[in-house]
């Protein structure tokens, strides 16, 4: 029951509603994520390493399916771009 309301907050957080378009896979399978020093900054309302740990949590305890775009992402909570933003979102 926690998880259901730990992905329902988490959701609500970086804005996803039901009109949200979703994707097969948490994590882009062709491309590496990598420090994005030129890219752009993050600008975003939620904080990132916030969503990243509710995303851990989340992933230890019921979803292994995300795991490796979770921790993906977290390699960059010191510093997100734009493009890390992007990956958390998928």
């Keep these: ?5 730990l992905i329902t907050k988490i959701l609500k957080t ?4 039901e ?3 979703t994707k097969n896979t ?7 994520l990598r420090m994005d020093i030129e890219g752009k900054d993050m600008h ?6 916030h969503v990243i740990g509710q995303l851990n949590f989340l992933e230890k305890s019921t979803s292994l399916d995300i ?7 977290a390699r960059f909570t010191s510093d997100p771009r734009y493009s890390h933003k992007q990956a958390v979102l998928r």
């Design 14 to 17: 970086v804005g996803f509603n």
């Design 44 to 49: 975003i309302e939620w904080e990132y390493a």
């Design 26 to 32: 948490p994590a882009v399978t062709s491309k590496i």
């Design 19 to 21: 009109r949200t378009k």
């Design 67 to 73: 795991a490796y775009a979770v921790h993906q992402c």
């Design 1 to 5: 029951m926690y998880q259901l309301y």
